[in-house]
């Protein structure tokens, strides 16, 4: 037995704080018990009643003679702790805490919460809540409502957990207008104990769910979401609404990566990475639910659109193509029997218009067609009713021919709001239908990420030889003296120790030799200043390239000393370093950022002086497998510049690869970098060319001793 089953799977629930005042949630929750057909036995509990709507009241939950699975506890938050200590002392395993007053009030709130936790993990109960709405279980040996919502679902393949109670309602009550069924609701307010991934942990082998859909404000405990999302969403689509990462906003940071990186950022990678299909709308969590509800995932990213009007047709069009999915080849054979079918007028070349006299016949006719095309993995059928065609017939022949396959169809229906509310109630198994043409290529897209995901390998995290010894000396080096940049040899030499190939360099002091530097590096040179505090060297003239002999290097040396008075950085100048110059090639950035929350995320992208204006980048979070590390580097738009055009050679590709996956070894070996930047990484054809030209690796300071 799953500890959650008591509350997902009571057999007797105690309703502690029924009562039958009107508008009442005491009330109102055990109405929609009754009404939902609880399987169990229900104990009203409230010791001002002896009977409650005719059922035996007790005076607490201590009194009731049979056992107790789960309670619902509905009392004002002074009453709580009390309720909570009674039910432990009875046996109960399961707890729903509506009543609110904790964690989200702050202060005194929290110690309530605290107090609550303390006490369940005491008893072994599970909890959820508090400041909850409830729970549901449509399933049918169960059979509860134990919510005040107004809206029930019935039973269907579909789980959900909501994280706000009022957002709950909105989607029940969406859910219900759409008929769109249920196995288990869960609405769990503050997340005491039950959270996302005990949900979805819950839900992974559940028998009666097929798809589950999360509102999510915070993770909880994002490593252990990560995991088990990334699992299960290999086997039933998991549709997430994340919101609350706008405040967060930019953190304090002076790398390119840090700059870039944001809440959202790093939300987005970790939703991503973990195959789960993100939504940003209430709206459409339930258009993409209710496809993935209703109709089979896809096989392919072709598309045919099937329609008796040509713009919703185009507009769907632009759509597929706007968002990865093809518009399928229909064969000629294909075209041939709808050609056969159809007036003259009509276009047989998808999208397939049918011209506006088409109807049911023809629909249930050519799209029998349609999805017997080999060539045709999913269908989305266009209805623009005119007068004389009635729409509910209409649907129940695309329902049936779509019914008849293993592909997805996806309908659209531009009519009248009345038409929606009578679809669910006379076509209960009707596939997913949609207002706009955008909304149902929106859901085939999710439909096909989600295709794609599962068809990816789960992929290995790559290990490399590396001195970690001579890292680590350098970074705890660091943390010893509080913190900070390294200075750029000592960054050069952590990339080193973990196999990065760095450009040959030399430190000198400021009135130091370079020329003898250069001499030891090699012509051609590069020279550079060097400076803590200084972020964009080039910007103020700190770098110089192509120097080709000790006459120029001085030249270069002067020029400098000019330009940095003149921009007022001298001062912070501590000396110059003397670089071997890189051959010609792609400049890429390679970085890290440490999140409080996430760990390291590591970015990549196009490089140079421009990254902070093109973010042509793409974040991870750790573990960063080889796929995902594949994933990164195919996934930047400018992609095609390293793979070469207008008759450049493709670049290394294979290197880029590498090199993300040593930099993800390298941060989850070495403890200590808080923000890694290498901007530029040179990537060339030849790998022997390869470079690193620049880095920085700032430190955190020493953790305060306890
Ligand atoms: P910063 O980022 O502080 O301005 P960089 O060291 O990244 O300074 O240098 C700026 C630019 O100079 C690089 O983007 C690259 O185009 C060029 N550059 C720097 N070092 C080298 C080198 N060793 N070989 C060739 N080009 C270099
Ligand atoms: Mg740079």
């Known amino acids: 037995m799953h500890s959650l089953d008591a509350i997902f799977k009571p057999r007797s629930i105690a309703i502690i704080g029924a009562t039958t005042r009107k508008g009442s949630i005491g009330r109102e929750i055990l109405r929609n018990l009754f009404d939902y057909e609880f ?41 709580v702790m009390q309720a909570v200590e009674d039910c432990g002392r009875k046996g109960v395993k399961g707890l729903v805490i509506i009543s609110a007053g904790f964690r989200e009030v702050g202060g005194e709130g929290i110690k309530r919460e605290e107090a609550i936790v303390a006490a369940i993990r005491k008893h072994g109960m599970r909890l959820i809540g508090p400041n909850c709405m409830g729970v549901i279980a449509a399933i049918p040996d169960v059979q509860m409502n134990a919510t005040f919502s107004p809206a029930a679902p019935s039973l269907g393949n579909l789980a959900m957990m909501s994280q706000s109670g009022a957002l709950g309602v909105a989607i029940l ?60 969403s290999k086997k039933k689509p998991i549709v997430v609404v994340k919101s609350g990462t706008s405040a967060a906003g930019a953190r304090a940071a002076s790398s390119h990566t840090g700059a870039m990186a944001s ?62 999915l093809v518009t399928a080849e229909l064969s000629p054979k294909t075209q041939e029997a709808m050609r056969r079918y159809l007036p003259p007028e009509a276009s047989v070349r998808n999208p397939v218009d049918m011209v506006a006299g088409a109807g049911p016949d023809e629909y249930e006719k050519i799209l029998d067609l349609a999805l017997a095309d080999d060539g045709v993995d999913l269908a989305i059928a266009i209805f623009v009713p005119p007068l004389m065609i009635e729409p509910i017939e209409v649907m129940r022949r695309i329902t049936r021919v779509g019914r008849a396959y293993d592909k997805p169809v996806l309908s659209v229906l531009m009519a009248e709001e009345r038409y929606y509310e009578m679809i669910p109630r006379e076509i209960p198994d009707a596939v997913p239908f949609y207002k706009f043409p955008e909304a149902a290529a929106n859901v085939a897209a999710q439909m096909n990420r989600h295709r794609e995901w599962r068809a990816v390998p789960a992929g290995k995290v790559r290990t490399f030889k590396a001195d970690a010894k001579r890292a680590r000396a350098i970074i705890d080096a660091k943390i010893e003296v509080g913190g900070g940049y390294l200075a750029p040899s000592d960054a050069y030499d952590v990339l080193d120790a973990f196999g990065f190939p760095v450009c040959k360099h030399r430190t000198v002091a400021t009135d130091g030799d370079i020329a003898a530097a250069a001499k030891a590096t090699g012509y051609p040179v590069v020279l550079k200043v060097v400076g803590e505090g200084i972020v964009h060297k080039s910007d103020i003239g700190g770098v110089v390239v192509g120097i080709d002999s000790r006459d120029e290097l001085l030249a270069a040396r002067k020029e400098m000393e000019k330009k940095l008075r003149a921009a007022g950085a001298w001062d912070a100048v501590t000396g110059f370093l003397v670089q071997e110059m890189a051959s010609a090639g792609k400049e890429v950035i ?117």
């Open 39 to 79: 399987n169990g036995k229900i104990f009203p509990v409230n010791p001002r009643y002896e009977n409650i709507h005719s059922v035996k009241a007790y005076p607490t939950v201590l009194s009731i003679p049979d056992a107790v699975d789960l309670a619902v506890i509905i009392v004002p938050k002074e009453h």
């Open 173 to 232: 009550l969406a859910a219900q207008k759409l008929n769109l069924g249920m196995s288990y609701f869960a609405s769990v307010g503050n997340k005491a104990d039950v959270s996302a991934p005990d949900l979805l942990e819950y839900w992974e082998n559940d028998p009666h769910t097929d798809v589950i859909a999360l509102y999510l404000e915070s993770f909880g405990e994002p490593q252990r979401f990560f995991e088990l999302s990334k699992r299960i």
């Open 263 to 324: 809440l959202e950022v790093a939300v987005e990678a970790l939703l991503q990475q973990a195959g789960v299909v993100r939504v940003s709308t209430i709206e459409e969590m339930i258009d993409v639910v209710a496809g993935f509800a209703r109709a089979p995932v896809p096989r392919g990213n072709r598309v045919c659109i099937v329609t008796n009007a040509g713009g919703p047709g185009i507009m769907a069009a632009d759509n597929v193509e706007a968002q990865g």
């Open 590 to 706: 390679l970085g890290v950022v440490r999140d409080p929350r996430l760990g390291p995320l590591l970015m990549f992208g196009m490089g140079g002086k421009y990254v902070e204006i093109l973010r042509d980048v793409v974040f991870r979070v750790m573990p960063v497998t080889d796929i995902d590390a594949a994933e990164m580097v195919h996934r930047i738009k400018s992609y095609p510049l390293l793979e070469g055009v207008r008759g450049d050679v493709p670049v290394d590709i294979d290197f880029i690869v590498e090199c993300i996956q040593r930099l993800a070894h390298l941060v989850t070996t070495i403890d200590g970098i808080e923000e890694l930047d290498m901007n530029p990484v040179m990537v060339h054809p030849e790998r022997a060319h390869c470079r690193v030209l620049d880095a920085r690796i700032r430190v955190r300071a020493a953790k305060a001793s306890i």
